[in-house]
């Protein structure tokens, strides 16, 4: 058996680190969940604490040098660079010291917020891809402590809160108005098919005559005979038809409808002009609320742009 290799092994935050001697990678997953506090079972993943680099294989386990720093992943946990301060003046030229876990105060760590700040640090176009969730936690973490996360002042991070804050009312100003959108057309579909349904005549007329079901199309005027009863009836036709019936009628035109209607000139434009009001109703109705759905959804993807350009800087 191999002899066993000193090495250390720390969580993703750095908060905990434990020296370990193993022999094999295995052991070291092993081990170090044992002491993490990780159940064995759970899928984890090795990597050097330095750089993120994945250690996966044996053999280049067994090539790296004693006491080496390893992090142990779990679940959704990813690799971030140590933070760093600097140790000293540019022109003593001292190196940068890192800040290492154990002067980190422990509750900073715990909470949710702060791998999203550090992803946000690195990235700042990375607010478009979080979800409501992710910037809620931002939205709701103590400004002092999520300024120092980021490296910013604490009036940036004021800003950059309440314009995440705009992004999130914004969507949900969004999601509200595809929800009404959704809600008026199937109303609207409702309506067209309660309409339909009330024009609809019995199976049987006067004296016991069959009549057509209104279902069967006219093959000389193309309209379906339920269509044609309901203009020809006598109150309001044009509130009685669908949309798309509406549309069928207006586009024949005057002289179209006249043969299809037998009627003289006055009466059918009378009907022409009612159905093309009621048509231009609906259709003013309908791109309202698509005008409504499109602003809310410009106005977020401005919110998310303005976030990045307002703090690419910084």
């Known amino acids: 058996m191999t002899d066993g290799r000193p090495c250390k092994v720390c969580n993703f935050t750095r908060q905990k680190s434990y020296g370990v001697v193993v022999p094999s990678l295995d052991e070291l997953k092993k081990k170090g969940c044992e002491f993490l ?8 993943s090795v990597v050097l604490e330095c750089d993120g680099t994945i250690v996966e294989d044996q053999a280049y386990f ?32 001292r190196e940068s010291v890192l800040l290492e876990a154990d002067v980190v105060d422990s509750s900073i760590l715990a909470v949710p917020w702060w791998n999203l700040a550090l992803q946000l640090k690195q990235d700042l176009a ?8 992710d910037l809620q936690s931002l939205v709701d973490a103590p400004c002092s402590e999520l300024a120092s996360a980021l490296g910013f002042q604490e009036k940036k991070t004021v800003e950059l809160q309440e314009t995440l804050q705009r992004v999130l009312d914004r969507r949900e100003e969004e999601r509200q108005s595809k929800e009404l959108l959704q809600l ?39 309209f379906m005979s339920r269509t044609l009863m309901v203009l020809k009836g006598k109150t309001s036709p044009e509130t009685r038809l669908s949309t798309e019936d509406l549309q069928m009628v207006v586009s024949r035109g005057l002289e179209a409808m006249q043969q299809v209607l037998g ?15 009621e048509l231009s109703t609906r259709l003013k109705q309908i791109r309202a609320m698509q005008s409504i759905s499109s602003t809310q959804q410009d106005g977020s993807r401005q919110e998310e742009s303005a976030a990045m350009a307002t703090h690419g800087s910084s």
């Open 184 to 222: 008026y057309l199937k109303a609207v579909e409702k309506e067209d098919r309660r309409q339909e349904e009330a024009s609809t005549p019995s199976q049987h007329g006067a004296g016991g005559v069959d009549l057509p079901d209104g279902r069967e199309v006219d093959s000389a005027s193309g």
């Open 263 to 277: 009627w003289d000139i006055a009466r059918t434009t009378t009907l022409l002009q009612a159905c093309e009001a």
């Open 126 to 133: 990375s607010i478009i891809l979080m979800s409501e969730g």
């Open 62 to 93: 067994l090539c790296l040098p004693f006491n080496t720093k390893f992090m142990l992943l779990h679940d959704k946990e990813t690799w971030v660079p140590a933070r760093k301060i600097d140790g000293g003046t540019a022109w003593m030229a």
């Open 37 to 44: 506090g990780v159940n064995q079972t759970d899928l984890v």
